[in-house]
């Protein structure tokens, strides 16, 4: 028998008649408990359950505090006190494993809070799980000025910073769709070549000759050829292109290097990187380079690496041509330093690779095919007829390989990406397809339990692709991730579980927190984002006549076919 207060937080002891406070049915999930008994449950003035024992003692059981998991009452991200920038002691519970968006005018602190708070905390805690060597080559990370920040979990910020610039990034390497494919023509390529790493450029064939010995008996040795499979075409080093340097951009043959004959930016007459050539014992530094021998020459521009000592220090000394093409041409040109730029265009010719045609492979990695296709065709196919062509090879031995391929490319199509080729260099995606190539990267982690940040991931997306981005953030959290998302899009505030309302204005009139809830909350919370939430723009009842046209004729610029078109001028107008 147990007490029962039947939802009234007490009971009538029977020999005192006087109420008194039942200490299991004070908490308030007890006296739910109790209204879901009848009366007839209930035997004599004491209030002691009687009747099916069973079943109610195990609603009760099920009810108490003590029979949940320790582990289940972290189930938020509590904030307190919160100061970062304009945050005016913030206090805020969002909770895990739910899609929260974060709403606001701009500068009313959502990036204080989400990305200057909550993700960076998360990462400080992070890089400390590593060993001081490790740390020593991270960025420094102050704590945030917060209070209290409890229930974090590992943070993953997927913004709009722009990929890796390194010029042998690609679309396909920043995502498991150059891995799978490496994986499916290691497998089904016909002629067969070897494993994954015969079709990556980025790793180069090995060949090694020599002599094994066997200690065993008497001993003996046997003469042995090693050979490692890599994709890597030689000449181009898998870049996909050449290049060669106009000499007289470099330098001035006249002056000597005291002098500053290197014309490069950064080289200056009493920088280190020119005391390494002037102090290495290899070159003369008052001597113009114009009266150079040929082996000093070469000793300038193309030594191989050599240790030397300069000013008593051990340094790596190494000719002028190679020493550039590892500091300038290891980056994207686009993505270079405007000066740095136009010094490589003035002095650097580039021409596609006259023996991978611009494929970065080696010829026994172009030799192997599926269906007539090589990887490096495969790779150059937009992503979207990429994925038709997978789609249409049915091989039972790589059924898996081939759903989790495909799956990746559906990813790219859904989130607006598939007029993308694998093949593309990061460095000219433009800020919203990094971010989404990045979410595409996340998609098929088997991470769990992490908490995902997002910057207006729908910045610049046609409506149309809205839809598919809100349906992978759903997904991103039904795998048991914590979403994160600062957004100002109706429609992705429409699919939060949870919303978070910063202002009420920006700068020092925002940076508190007005309001936090449902979606149906916010509509009617009255602050500015709950009374524009659902407000749509209007047709203009007239519009200005324009002055003149810009004609455009016959425009076929990368994926143009023959554009014709009659530009409004003196009007606003949209392409769209």
Not at 340 to 355: L, N
Not at 407 to 420: K, M, S, T, W
Not at 492 to 520: C, K, M
Request: aromatic share 6%; charged share 25%; proline share 6%.
């Amino acid at each position: 028998e147990r007490q029962g207060c039947r939802g009234v937080g007490h009971v009538a002891t029977p020999s005192i008649g006087s109420p008194r406070k039942d200490p299991l049915a004070c908490d308030p999930e007890h006296r739910f408990a109790a209204a879901l008994l009848s009366p007839a449950d209930f035997g004599g003035p004491c209030g002691t359950i009687t009747a099916r024992p069973s079943f109610h003692e195990d609603i009760l059981t099920d009810m108490t505090p003590s029979s949940r998991h320790p582990a289940d009452s972290h189930d938020v991200i509590r904030v307190r006190g919160a100061r970062e920038n304009n945050l005016k002691n913030v206090d805020v519970e969002i909770p895990k494993r739910r899609l929260t968006v974060f709403t606001g005018v701009s500068g009313s602190g959502k990036s204080s809070l989400v990305f200057n708070t909550i993700a960076a905390e998360g990462q400080r805690l992070m890089n400390e799980t590593y060993s001081a060597f490790v740390q020593g080559f991270m960025p420094t990370l102050a704590p945030p000025d917060v209070d209290v920040l409890e229930g974090l979990t590992a943070v993953i910020v997927v913004d709009q910073e722009r990929l890796s610039a390194n010029v042998r990034s690609t679309v396909g390497t920043v995502t498991d769709a150059n891995a799978l494919l490496r994986r499916l023509f290691s497998q089904l390529g016909e002629p067969h070549i070897g494993p994954p790493n015969a079709f990556s450029f980025n790793i180069p064939a090995v060949r090694a000759t020599g002599a094994l010995t066997i200690e065993r008996g008497t001993g003996r040795t046997v003469r042995q050829t090693v050979t490692l499979a890599g994709g890597m075409c030689p000449r181009c080093e898998g870049l996909g292109s050449v290049t060669e340097f106009d000499l007289s951009q470099l330098y001035d043959e006249n002056k000597s290097l005291a002098e500053g004959a290197i014309t490069v930016p950064g080289y200056k007459a009493d920088g280190w990187s020119v005391r390494i050539f002037t102090e290495s014992g290899f070159l003369d530094p008052h001597k113009p380079i114009r009266e150079y021998t040929k082996k000093e020459l070469h000793d300038f521009l193309y030594r191989e690496p050599t240790k030397v000592k300069v000013n008593g220090v051990n340094v790596t000394y190494e000719g002028l041509i190679p020493r550039l093409r590892k500091s300038f041409l290891s980056k994207d040109v686009e993505a270079m330093q405007p000066h740095i730029r136009a010094f490589v265009e003035r002095a650097v010719t580039f021409r596609t690779c006259p023996d991978c045609g611009g494929t970065r492979l080696n010829e026994a990695a172009r030799s192997s095919r599926i269906r007539g296709i090589n990887i490096a065709d495969a790779c150059a196919m937009q992503i979207s007829d990429l994925a038709q062509w997978v789609r249409g090879l049915e091989e039972p031995s790589v059924a898996p390989l081939l759903a989790k391929l495909q799956d990746v490319l559906d990813a790219f199509v859904e989130i607006g990406l598939g007029y993308l080729s694998l093949d593309r260099p990061t460095g000219t995606l433009s800020g919203g397809e990094a971010q989404r190539v990045k979410m595409v990267r996340h998609l098929g982690s088997p991470l769990t339990d992490v908490t995902y940040v997002f910057d207006e991931p729908t910045a610049g997306l046609h409506p149309h692709d809205i839809r598919r981005m809100n349906e992978l953030l759903l997904r991103l959290r039904d795998q048991g991730n914590t979403v994160l998302v600062v957004e100002h899009k109706p429609e992705v505030i429409e699919i939060a579980d949870h919303v978070v309302d910063l202002g009420p204005g920006a700068g020092s009139a925002g940076g508190e927190v007005v309001f936090q809830g449902t979606v149906e909350g916010l509509r009617a919370s009255g602050t500015l984002t709950g009374r524009f939430v659902n407000h749509r723009a209007s047709l203009k009842p007239s519009v200005r006549r324009p002055t003149g046209v810009l004609e455009v004729r016959g425009a076929p610029t990368h994926n143009l076919k023959n554009v014709d078109v009659d530009i409004p001028l003196g009007v606003l107008g949209v392409v769209t």
